[in-house]
T-cell receptor
Framework: GEKVEQHESTLSVREGDSAVINCTYTDTASSYFPWYKQEAGKSLHFVIDIRSNVDRKQSQRLIVLLDKKAKRFSLHITATQPEDSAIYFCAASGGNYQLIWGSGTKLIIKP | GPKVLQIPSHQIIDMGQMVTLNCDPVSNHLYFYWYKQILGQQMEFLVNFYNGKVMEKSKLFKDQFSVERPDGSYFTLKIQPTALEDSAVYFC????????????FGEGSRLIVV
């Protein structure tokens, strides 16, 4: 079946540096790519998304890049802060109604 | 922001018994989902539901699983009978439209089957 691979299971960066989380997908029909954040012991909430009609989207300190040819998309968090520490999940649309999820990247922000 | 409520937050149940997990989705949302997460790992899609019907389900959605939303009340996931491998956190989510719209997740129901 279709898959989304999230390459970094854990990522540790120093506070103030940038963090980059990479995902690849297999379904050439995927057109919607959201990112969700899960803080320890809590639920997921939406952070940013990108659709296949653009290759870059920015919302404050978050940048999402999409390379359709390589079937790769990435989340860039600039000027990281302690509250950015969480597990980040990428996903890609698959089928009419569902998302296919990556396995999650635990982002640790070191002081 | 919009909230999805899940009841119970935790449940311990004997293998073979039935369990019902309840979800109160965002009030004007039309699409409902159940996901399974084991040990804070990957979110596994189980099923989605729209207009009173299951639209898509994964191979994890075994015959022992069922979903319904009777009369617009709670969206429920029932497991009967439960098995040890059903131990997980089950997240309910809802969205106004289908894929391509933001999902709003509940806090999860932690199910432990012993």
């Amino acid at each position: 079946g279709e898959k989304v691979e999230q390459h970094e299971s854990t990522l540790s960066v120093r506070e103030g540096d940038s963090a980059v989380i990479n995902c690849t997908y297999t379904d050439t029909a995927s057109s919607y790519f959201p990112w969700y954040k899960q803080e320890a012991g809590k639920s997921l909430h939406f952070v940013i998304d990108i659709r296949s009609n653009v290759d870059r989207k920015q919302s404050q300190r978050l940048i999402v890049l999409l390379d359709k040819k390589a079937k790769r998309f990435s989340l860039h968090i600039t000027a990281t802060q302690p509250e950015d520490s969480a597990i980040y999940f990428c996903a890609a649309s698959g089928g009419n109604y569902q998302l296919i999820w990556g396995s999650g990247t635990k982002l640790i922000i070191k002081p | 922001g919009p909230k999805v409520l899940q009841i119970p937050s935790h449940q311990i149940i004997d293998m073979g018994q039935m369990v019902t997990l309840n979800c109160d989705p965002v009030s004007n949302h039309l699409y409902f989902y159940w996901y399974k997460q084991i040990l804070g790992q990957q979110m596994e899609f189980l099923v989605n539901f729209y207009n009173g019907k299951v639209m898509e389900k994964s191979k994890l959605f075994k015959d022992q699983f069922s979903v319904e939303r009777p009369d617009g009340s709670y969206f429920t996931l029932k497991i009967q009978p439960t098995a040890l491998e059903d131990s997980a956190v089950y997240f309910c989510a809802s969205s106004f439209e289908g894929v391509g719209n933001t999902l709003y997740f509940g806090e999860g129901s932690r199910l432990i089957v012993v």
